[in-house]
């Protein structure tokens, strides 16, 4: 079925530590998979993809990786800031459109 | 370039009153999507439109109908709205389905009372 699995939930760091977030997808033929933050009262940006024949892709302080034959991907924050706390939503293609996880609300304490 | 303009951006209406929001890119993009977000809840999927033409139901289609007006322009209608359907709805627009990273408009918050 259409499924993207994400973990945590919620995600509490101090300022300066790392924070990675989980996703698991159950669809093989998935070939695309962005990253969204949400922050509070906005609307979803993008803010990292990456295409099933790459395995890591960075930018600046994120960086996403990928293992296909797992059906893992995982979002890496390092050096993490008070304006990084937000709302992430991993997601998955399928078809026509994306699956999106449920969320990880990440806390960053100065 | 506006990239993804929804209006209205806050709506009250009374239960069964009926009502269309409007959605509108200027990026050329092939398909549109409509999605409602509860508080401290995901992304759930109305209705989609892959190319101009096109409709398809999502996760969560019943009380909505849509209207793919023209490329550029993707409505969502409530013909009676209920309290459950009270929740932030957000457009977005993809280059070409599934395989481009979504750009969101600014929302339309709903009550319903």
């Known amino acids: 079925g259409e499924n993207v699995e994400q973990h945590p939930s919620t995600l509490s760091v101090q300022e300066g530590d790392s924070a990675v977030i989980k996703c698991t997808y159950s669809?093989?033929?998935?070939?695309?998979f962005p990253w969204y933050k949400q922050e509070l009262g906005k609307r979803p940006q993008l803010i990292i993809d990456?295409?099933?024949?790459?395995g890591e892709k960075k930018d600046q302080r994120i960086a996403v990786t990928l293992n296909k034959t797992a059906k893992h991907f995982s979002l890496h924050i390092t050096e993490t800031q008070p304006e990084d706390s937000a709302v992430y939503f991993c997601a998955a293609s399928k078809a026509d459109k994306l699956i999106f996880g449920t969320g990880t609300r990440l806390q960053v304490f100065p | 370039n506006a990239g993804v303009t929804q209006t209205p951006k806050f709506q009250v209406l009374k239960t069964g009153q009926s009502m269309t929001l409007q959605c509108a890119q200027d990026?050329?993009?092939?398909?549109m999507y409509w999605y409602r977000q509860d508080p401290g809840m995901g992304l759930r999927l109305i209705y989609y439109?892959?190319?101009?033409?096109?409709?398809d139901k999502g996760e969560v289609p019943n009380g909505y109908n849509v209207s793919r007006l023209n490329k550029r322009e993707f409505s969502l209608r409530l013909e009676s709205a209920a309290p459950s359907q009270t929740s932030v709805y957000f457009c977005?627009?993809?280059?070409?389905?599934?395989?481009?990273?979504?750009?969101f408009g600014s929302g339309t918050r709903l009550t319903v009372v």
């Open positions: 990026m050329n993009h092939n398909s």
């Open positions: 669809d093989s033929a998935s070939n695309y």
């Open positions: 990456i295409r099933s024949n790459v």
């Open positions: 977005a627009s993809s280059v070409d389905r599934g395989d481009y990273g979504y750009t």
């Open positions: 439109s892959a190319s101009e033409g096109t409709t």
